[in-house]
Nanobody, 124 residues
């Protein structure tokens, strides 16, 4: 089992930056891949960025376009999402997620563990 807790959300103006943090605890082998998803009310949850420990595989959603960077501490004990040049369209609840299997997939259904989410609001 793994427990995840996000922090770092907030409100910024367009063009601003935020860094999200996901604290992980529990079985290290249940979180070989960790990453971030986001969701807006009425829309499906979408993958933002995934990192797989051990293989180093990383994947970003197409909309990221080089603006976000995912990083982690050894053993995926803490995973970060640095977001730059934020746009109003980035407004969403951001969730940390983890799975034991390898493969940096951006499909929410593949992830077993989820945090409670942290709100990011970008104003124009």
């Amino acid at each position: 089992l793994t427990q995840l807790m996000e922090s770092g959300g907030g409100s910024v103006q367009a063009g601003g930056s935020l860094r999200l943090t996901c604290e992980a605890s529990g079985d290290i082998y249940s979180r070989n891949c960790m990453g971030w998803f986001r969701q807006v009310p009425g829309k499906e949850r979408e993958g933002v960025a995934i990192f797989c420990d051990g293989t180093g595989e990383t994947r970003y959603g197409d909309f990221v376009k080089g603006r976000f960077t995912i990083s982690q501490e050894p053993g995926n004990s803490r995973v970060y999402l640095a977001m730059y040049n934020l746009e109003p369209e980035d407004t969403a609840t951001y969730y940390c997620a983890a799975k034991s299997s390898y493969g940096a997939a951006l499909l929410p259904k593949l992830y077993n563990y989820w945090g409670q989410g942290t709100q990011v609001t970008v104003s124009s």
